[in-house]
């Protein structure tokens, strides 16, 4: 399968009052970490808070720069791209799902579905197909008149998942999508993911605390203090084995 | 129950006896008879009737009619009051006085100076006070029941509220340091408060200390005639409105950005009261802050005035005695609780919306309405044009105000139609949704931004740079009073004039003249009637007529004098002068006034005057005489003219002058380079000469050129003072706007940016977005007051030299202003673009 993204020796450093001089304004959050993610894989990064979990997905999204090492993504290497480049890259290959879900409370729902086309400057009757299209599939058809304030936290995450297919990407990057959810809505957060990835042959890059959701993907990275400690892959068949080692693992 | 019930029909029969009764008490004065109402009556009726009484005045046929009311009152409440006896009482009697009392009062609060039954305000008050009564006897066991069912229910809630919320001894010392961290993070926050309350104060210090200051540089009659009083009180006004509007927004902006910190402290326990005593503790505090910061700058800010003034003016630095500490404390109270009872209701809303119970309108684009306030609008601007636009009318402070109402529909109009139109359009609409996205979600609250940016920059470039360019480019006092002394002299009153000349050798030019009086000037203005109303001077308000003992006067010349006075002046003639019965104006005027016709309810091509004849009225209406105007001009031949009352010329033909002339005339002289004390001698005589004889009529040039430079000067400085903050305020209103809602703003692009915006089209949204706060006031207040300055050359016949001598001074204002404006929302741009922008992609 073809690889879509690539690390090697990938440094993330933040700079305390941005002093960039004095070694001791240095927080190393990630320190030469390489990975390596195929077409169609449902991948989950685990890993303790401070980890460099989100900062790691921030970049895998472009949303943040690397301080060293190298990023490929589609092949191409991110350093290498425009701004302008990085954001049609956001705007069209990835889908984002973030844990606050980030909707714009001065639009509607259904506005706030539309926004990456919107962005994209698709036109109207084309962008309205494809939220009922997606609307209609995740259930939320009947909420897209309402404002984002007046949706539960469910509705509100599958409305950003609806949102994060707009442009059709190739990628879903979600980050602790379930933190705020109940456990119902969490398992039918997950089965949307599931869906995505099986029948719409998405990518999908997962940050996630939680056992239960991390042993829906196939591959699960492990991430403590800026490396990638362990990577675990599933077998055809056996989720329950799976489970157990990412158990033991977070034991571990 | 039943007692009171009998006592109040006693009290309530006594007071329409006492009615009834008091309409035959001698209330009114004519001439030296005293008349009770239905005197006046017949005596009207004797008299032919009130139009031919009073020669048609409108003002006292309306008031005269208006009497009948009470009257029909009276006998109802009397017919009322012994049915009420008799244990019947007729309902309807009662009901018919309240709308005889509602109409009368109505009619004469429209018509109060010229009603002289000052006294029968006393039966609206009464009838009041009786229907109050009578509505707390009627009500009196359910009002008391209901009391007493509230008290319970609120005892209840507070032991409820008290067994719920108890908390165990006090707060720690860590709280109260989690309260500073707090307050140091969001400590922009109170910096807008302070600022904003700063310069409140910082503004009522200075026109206080500014007062004080000049109260002995004035003469006695200047001061007590309110000149000086005037010039700070407009300052003051829309001082304190700006200030009052920006610490309101700087409120609500900081409880906006409260209530979110608020809802953290709330979930983690904290009890409402101590929020609410953190709350007020801030808020008194930074107002405390802001009084100290005030009197310090407004200190340094006289000090540096009064310097300035200095030159000038014989005033000097001193400091304010503690009373007017007091008073300015006091007022900055009052407008700093007036903020906080404005901004209340913002709090009330926000924690509903907070709590859930209110659900935040999406779509508040307003539809029909828009059009309904174009119609609205246009009317408004085109009266307000019109009338300003008119040497008849005024350029009155309502006239402005009901210009900035008309523009507001109209703004409010184009961006209303804007944005419904792009609504209509889908493809248009999401192309452009992110750019308009403010007005799309929030049209109300932005657009009343606008508003207020327009109408500052409105008041900046046209009323106050009005008063300060024209201050500064009036030509210099001296040069407008050409002659030291203006005599107008009777024929009775030659003899005395020249026996002061023959003493004094006085070198007197002599020219025949005619007092030539005008109409009563009709100033229609609502502002200055609602000003003397609060003043209490009613004579000067009737029916918006400034009401004088002696209608305005001015000096009939034939054509002769004008063009030898023109000679004089060394100036070329407009004309050779009318023909026939018609005349020609010359106005007097000083730059600072409008050449104002001379008879305000005429128009400018013909006015009704009437010349000193004996026997005449002035106050009949039928007396003055419909003249053609055959031309006009403003210019200074023998004095400039400040009030419109005295000194403009009236230019008739030599030959009709002939007819009409009666020995009056007018003499004009210097004192020369004659010995100290020659002036003040020669005045004094004049003035002697005019008490006693009453033939005599004098102005001369250092009592007037010593009071106008003084007032000019005073204008001149302040009102610059007033340009400055007015324009700090449009600023100071961008800066808080932007600054509060940067978070709100960088929050909405970073996520756009993440959402695959490009940088250019983040910084081209941006823009779009803040451009409507520039270019929508730039335009309306830059297009309104270049066309209102236009019109003030037009009513004040300014001649070219003077328009360029007024723009001189105005367009580096009008350009200040606007590059300021332009830097600012430059500067507003780049940090608001620094904020958003973040590190994407690539190596760093």
């Keep these: ?108 729902v259904e506005e706030n579905i539309m926004v990456p086309m919107i962005l994209d400057k698709a036109p109207a009757d084309k962008m309205r197909e494809k939220m009922h299209s997606l609307t209609e599939r995740f259930g939320v058809e009947k909420l897209i008149r309402k404002a984002p304030c007046e949706l539960s936290g469910g509705e509100k995450q599958r409305v950003a998942i609806c949102r994060a297919l707009m442009n059709d990407p190739d990628i879903i990057m979600a980050d602790e999508p379930t933190g705020n959810l109940d456990a119902k809505s969490s398992r039918r957060l997950m089965e949307t993911f599931d869906s995505i990835n099986q029948e719409m042959k998405k990518n999908i890059i997962l940050v996630t605390h939680d056992p239960k959701i991390a042993r829906c993907g196939n591959k699960i990275f492990f991430i403590d203090d800026g490396v990638i400690v362990k990577t675990l892959k599933k077998k055809e068949g056996d989720s329950a084995a799976f489970y157990k080692e990412i158990l033991h693992e977070m034991e571990e | ?238 001082g304190l409105v700006l200030n009052a509007v920006l610490m309101a927004l700087s409120f609500s902006y900081y409880i906006r950005n409260k209530i979110k910190e608020e809802n953290a402290l709330v979930l983690l326990g904290i009890r409402s009261r101590a929020l609410t005593s953190i709350m007020v503790m801030e808020y008194t505090g930074c107002l405390a802050c802001s009084a100290v910061m005030g009197i310090l700058m407004g200190n340094i800010a006289f000090r540096i005035l009064i310097s300035a003034l200095g030159k000038r003016l014989p005033v000097r630095a001193c400091s304010l005695p503690v009373s007017s500490y007091l008073i300015l404390i006091g007022i900055f109270a009052v407008a700093a609780l007036i903020a906080a009872m404005v901004n209340g209701h913002v709090y009330e809303h926000m924690r509903w919306e907070q709590a859930g119970l209110l659900v935040t309108g999406t779509g508040e684009i307003p539809g029909i309405s828009v059009w309904i306030g174009l119609a609205v609008g246009c009317y408004a601007i085109f009266s307000a044009v019109s009338q300003f636009g008119r040497r008849e009318g005024g350029e009155g402070e309502e006239l402005l105000l009901y210009f900035l109402f008309g523009m507001v529909l109209v703004i409010r109009f184009l961006k209303g139609v804007q944005v ?68 107008r002299v009777s024929e009775e009153g030659t003899d005395a004039f020249e026996e002061i000349r023959d003493r004094y050798k006085l070198d007197a030019e002599e020219y025949p003249m005619t007092t030539v009086y005008t109409l009563m000037p009709n100033d229609i203005s ?24 002696e209608p305005p006067a001015q000096a009939g010349i034939p054509a002769s004098v004008y063009l030898k006075l023109k000679e004089n002046a060394g100036k070329k003639a407009k004309a050779r002068g009318p023909e026939g019965e018609d005349i020609f104006v010359v106005y007097q005027e000083s730059l600072l006034t409008r050449a104002h016709v001379l008879d305000w309810s005429g128009t400018e091509e013909s006015i009704f005057l009437q010349t000193a004849c004996e026997g005449m009225d002035v106050n009949s209406y039928s007396a003055y005489t419909e003249r053609r105007v055959a031309g006009q001009e403003r210019d200074i031949l023998t004095g400039v003219c400040d009030g419109g009352k005295q000194q403009n010329l009236v230019v008739f033909s030599d030959e009709y002058f002939q007819t009409i002339y009666q020995g009056e005339k007018l003499y004009l002289f210097q004192t020369g380079t004659a010995e100290k004390g020659f002036y003040e001698k020669v005045r004094a005589e004049l003035q002697k000469a005019e008490e006693d004889t009453g033939m005599l009529h004098f102005y001369d040039r250092k009592a007037s050129v010593q009071d106008t430079e003084a007032e000019r000067y005073l204008r001149q400085v302040v009102w610059l003072f007033m340009l400055i903050l007015t324009g700090l305020s449009g600023i100071y209103l961008l800066f808080i706007k932007f600054c509060f809602e940067m978070d709100e703003i960088t929050e909405r692009y970073r996520f756009l940016s993440c959402m695959g915006m490009r940088e250019r089209e983040v910084r081209k949204t941006l823009q779009r977005e803040m451009l409507p706060f520039f270019l929508l006031p730039f335009f309306a207040a830059g297009a309104s007051a270049v066309m209102f300055t236009g019109l003030m050359f037009r009513v004040r016949l300014y001649s070219p030299s003077e328009m360029g001598q007024y723009l001189r001074y105005a367009l580096p204002v009008w350009c200040g202003y606007w590059l300021i404006q332009a830097i600012v929302c430059l500067i507003i741009r780049g940090v608001l673009h620094s904020k958003i922008r973040f590190e994407q992609g690539g190596v760093r």
Excluded at chain 1, 69 to 85: H, N, P, R, T, V
Excluded at chain 2, 104 to 123: D, R
Excluded at chain 2, 473 to 478: I, K, L, N, P, R
Excluded at chain 2, 479 to 484: K, L, R, T
Aim: net charge positive; with cysteine; proline share 3%.
């Design chain 1, 1 to 108: 399968m073809k690889e879509i993204i690539a690390t090697q020796g990938l440094v993330k450093n933040y700079y305390r009052n941005h002093n960039s001089n004095h070694p001791e304004a240095r927080i190393e959050v990630l320190k030469g970490l390489d990975l390596s993610i195929l077409e169609g894989e449902y991948v989950c990064i685990m890993g303790s808070s401070g980890g460099g979990k989100t900062t790691l997905l921030k970049i895998l999204g472009m949303m943040e720069s690397i301080t060293d090492g190298e990023y490929y993504f589609q092949g191409k290497d991110a350093s290498k791209l425009w701004k302008d480049e990085l954001a049609d890259i956001r705007r069209k290959k990835i889908g984002f799902v973030f844990q606050d879900y980030y909707l714009m409370d001065s639009l509607s």
């Design chain 2, 1 to 238: 129950m039943n007692t009171i019930i009998k006592i109040y029909q006693k009290i309530t029969c006594l007071v329409y006896v006492f009615f009834f009764a008091a309409l035959w008490l001698p209330w009114m004065e004519i001439g030296n008879k005293s008349y009770h109402l239905p005197g006046y009556l017949r005596m009207v009726q004797k008299a032919g009737g009130i139009v031919a009484m009073t020669d048609g005045s409108p003002d006292f046929v309306a008031s005269y009619y208006l009497f009948f009311i009470p009257v029909l009152a009276g006998i109802l409440a009397v017919i009322y009051a012994v049915s009420l006896l008799a244990g019947r009482p007729f309902k309807v009697l009662y009901t018919m006085v309240r709308w005889c009392e509602f109409i009368y009062v109505a009619a004469a609060v429209i018509l109060f100076p010229m009603v002289p039954l000052l006294w029968t305000y006393i039966l609206p008050l009464l009838c009041l006070a009786e229907y109050v009564a009578g509505q707390y006897v009627a009500q009196h066991d359910e009002i008391a029941k209901a009391a007493r069912e509230r008290m319970e229910r609120d005892r209840r809630e507070k032991e409820e509220r008290k067994r719920r919320l108890y908390f165990p001894g006090r707060y720690g010392i860590d709280f109260f340091r989690m309260v500073l961290k707090n307050a140091k993070y969001h400590i922009r926050n109170y910096i807008m408060l302070i600022l904003s309350g700063t310069f409140l104060m910082l503004f009522l210090y200075l026109t206080f200390a500014l007062k004080y200051a000049f109260q002995g540089v004035h003469t006695e009659e200047a001061v007590v005639g309110g000149r000086l009083q005037g010039i700070l009180l407009e300052a003051v006004w829309i």
């Design chain 2, 420 to 487: 419904q139109r792009l609504k209509k359009t889908e493809h248009r609409y999401y192309r452009e949704l992110f750019r308009k996205l403010i007005f799309i979600k929030s049209f109300g609250q932005n657009m009343k931004k606008i508003y207020l940016l327009t109408g500052i920059a409105f008041l900046v470039m046209y009323p106050l740079t009005a008063v300060y360019a024209v201050n500064a480019a009036v030509t210099d006092m001296e040069q407008q009073y050409p002659y030291d002394f203006v005599c």
């Design chain 2, 526 to 549: 609502v502002t200055s009637s609602l000003k003397s109303l609060f003043f209490m001077e009613y004579a000067s308000v009737a029916n918006g007529r400034q009401v004088l003992v």
